[in-house]
């Protein structure tokens, strides 16, 4: 049996390790919380290395983001201090750290595999298998051995105030480790005479620091997963993994490779102390691997949503009577899951021989929310913004939001319409965006000295089809219109201007959004436009290796769409938007780790180059105003070469940075910020 403890959990997959290479196989598995996602990987036949792989790929944290309140898909990266969401209550204030969508579709398509092999039925497993959860209502064990396997670990790792409560029927389920964090009892109830146990829990000292209130919530939060030990036997084997000092939702890979050895090292050591280990290695390994159905029978969905089986049906290519392919349902039902419509989606397979008939249980997201965000630069002043969004908008029946931002250079109103409907493809949907902007651009002389700045204004539409290529890549295809108003470049005359024509957006994001690109075209009758950025983080170690690139190209572009060098990053040493151009090359390397608790020290490496190449200048006037003119951005000796050195930490304001530039112009500037400037 494997008990919970959150990451720590991860250790749980070095003990299957050791009694993998010992021929030791269980015929039954319980598991509680972290305990419940690992057994159920276990129970369907893998090993500890390919479950290794697997919870590298899925880890709960993908849908943590450090404290801060998650928004809705249409308003991009805005992330707000709080929302108020509608649900079958009234509104209510949403807080939770974690979207609830960003932990249920990975789990899903982590569990479609040994979901189709119970088929509603646990015991149908190659290990037959328990699922411990906990009942809302009196803290009662609550034990799961059928209906959908994803549904049922989803209820045993719902940790209060992390996860929202998992309804099964009509029990209302949290976290198993709140009743059973060690199984024991209820594996004994199942009929086990023998138990291997996996113990991941961490020990309470003795000492706490009563000035911190969160030692002490965190100490009450530890006294709700502690309950008496059961008794364990001679026969018994009680593995447990020395995991004390380990954070809860820590997954980085050094802390998942420390833990995996630890697990390792104290699976190797009571196997070798167990008097029972001859008879227990009888069982031996699974001699094949189980095969998933691989035809459909039959889709049932429920009559109150007949819409979203439709959409669920044709996205996931669910044809009654064809076969299909287990890795490419895997693709589908991830891409359907991150399309922001539905908080759950449980596909409640049921059947026998080769064959599956899915039951999909649908529940969709509040219809109406709202939210607010605040971020803070100390050379661009404060940035409030509020959103909000109806899924099914009365007349239109489509989703629409509506975005309004309040800032000191720029200010902004957003528009968004967005048709879920396949239009006879699976992932194809049609949007429109129309936004209102005004914006003061700001502007420096050679020095570095801030000038007046120029007056930017602009009204944008654009009709694009969305569409998913893949699990993680998205396509935008479409047209836009505009016309603005701006100062020219060449004499500083104020004059209106429109364009129209195609622009094409493609993005790739990695689902923990540690690996991101994105790839924006234009090209209109007045100016065109490309534009790619990435970005990428690695662990090594304890230290958090990121880096970022930014390349444009333009010509004729509209002043407010030139390209800034850093972007809103900025670059070491020179002041946000001091250059400026239609060409732009920037790279930046940062390397940081831990120095107290979340806060990490930084040391973030720049070079690059903006310049006006494909637009005619006044030679005077680019060089009072500080403007960069040249034929290309690889002329030798012409990138600039920064570096920046301070403190990064998350909070539920955002990341909050302070750091000092320098760069090779001999320019210095201290950058600090609160939130996440978009």
Not at 150 to 158: E, G, K, L, T
Not at 593 to 601: D, K
Request: aromatic share 6%.
């Amino acid at each position: 049996m494997l008990s919970g403890g959150g990451t720590k959990g991860m250790a749980h997959v070095g003990v299957i390790q050791m009694l993998d290479s010992a021929g030791v196989r269980p015929d039954l598995i319980v598991g509680t919380s972290i305990g419940a996602i690992v057994g159920a990987l276990y129970a369907s036949g893998l090993d500890g290395s390919t479950i290794d792989s697997l919870m590298r790929a899925f880890t709960i944290a993908q849908g943590t983001t450090a404290g801060r309140v998650r928004g809705p898909v249409a308003w991009g990266v805005r992330f707000p201090l709080v929302t108020w969401e509608e649900g079958a209550g009234g509104f209510s204030v949403e807080s939770s750290a974690l979207r609830q969508t960003d932990a249920n579709g990975p789990l899903n398509v982590a569990l479609l595999r040994a979901n189709l092999l119970a088929r509603g039925d646990f015991n149908r497993l190659p290990i037959p298998l328990r699922v411990v959860a906990t009942d809302l209502r009196d803290r009662n064990v609550v034990v799961l051995d059928h209906g959908d396997l994803a549904q049922a670990v989803r209820a045993s790792i719902a940790i209060p105030l992390v996860f929202a409560p998992e309804r099964i029927g009509d029990q209302v389920l949290i976290d198993g480790g709140l009743s059973a964090n060690i199984p024991v009892g209820v594996a004994r109830h199942a009929g086990a005479t023998r138990v291997i146990v996996s113990d991941v829990t961490t020990r309470l000292v003795d000492t706490l620091n009563l000035e911190s209130s969160l030692a002490v919530a965190d100490r009450v939060l530890s006294w709700l997963f502690q309950q008496p030990a059961d008794v364990v036997g001679r026969e018994d084997l009680f593995i447990r993994v020395p995991v004390d000092g380990f954070g809860s939702l820590d997954f980085a890979p050094a802390t998942i490779d420390s833990l995996l050895r630890l697990g390792r090292a104290a699976g190797r050591r009571m196997l070798a102390q167990w008097p029972c280990r001859s008879v227990a290695q009888q069982t031996g390994p699974l001699s094949s691997a189980p095969k998933t159905p691989s035809v459909i029978a039959e889709i049932r969905g429920e009559a109150g949503d007949s819409d979203g089986t439709r959409l669920l049906v044709q996205a996931l290519r669910l044809e009654p009577g064809q076969p299909f392919d287990l890795h490419l349902l895997e693709q589908r039902l991830s891409s359907f899951a991150r399309r922001d419509l539905f908080r759950e989606i449980w596909l409640r397979p049921t059947g026998t021989g080769d064959s599956v008939t899915f039951y999909p249980l649908l529940r969709r997201l509040p219809q109406r929310i709202a939210g607010i965000g605040l971020a803070y630069d100390q050379e661009l002043g404060g940035r409030a913004w509020v959103g909000m969004l109806d899924r099914r908008a009365p007349i239109i029946k489509a989703e629409a939001s509506g975005i309004l931002t309040l800032g000191r250079f720029n200010s902004s109103i957003d528009i968004g319409v967005r048709r879920q409907s396949l239009l006879g493809h699976p992932t194809l949907s049609p949007a429109f965006h129309l936004t209102l902007a005004g914006e003061r651009l700001r502007q420096f002389d050679t020095t570095g000295t801030e000038l007046d700045s120029d007056v930017f204004r602009e009204l944008a539409a654009r009709a694009v089809l969305e569409r998913d290529l893949a699990p993680s890549l998205h396509l935008m295809v479409g047209g836009e219109a505009r016309t603005w108003h701006e100062l020219t470049l060449d004499g500083r005359v104020p004059r209106n201007r429109q364009a129209i024509g195609p622009t094409l957006l493609l993005e790739q994001s990695a689902a923990a959004k540690d690996h991101f690109a994105r790839l924006e075209l234009a090209w209109t009758t007045a100016y065109w436009r490309a534009f790619l950025t990435t970005r990428w983080s690695a662990s090594i170690g304890s230290f958090l290796l990121e880096h970022r690139l930014r390349i444009g190209a333009g010509a004729t572009l509209p002043t407010g769409q030139t390209f800034v060098l850093g972007g809103e990053e900025g670059f070491p040493g020179f002041h946000l938007g001091e250059h400026r151009g239609d060409r732009e090359a920037s790279t930046s390397l940062a390397l940081s780790r831990p120095v107290l608790g979340q806060v990490r020290f930084k040391l973030t490496g720049a070079a690059g180059r903006a310049i006006f190449a494909g637009s005619p200048l006044d030679s005077a006037l680019a060089i009072t105003r500080g403007i960069q003119v040249g034929r290309g951005l690889l002329e030798r000796g012409a990138w600039q070469v920064g570096l920046w050195a301070g403190l990064e930490s998350p909070t539920p304001l955002g990341p909050v940075r302070v750091e000092y530039g320098w760069n090779r112009a001999g320019r210095g500037a201290l950058l600090f910020r609160i939130g996440t400037w978009f």
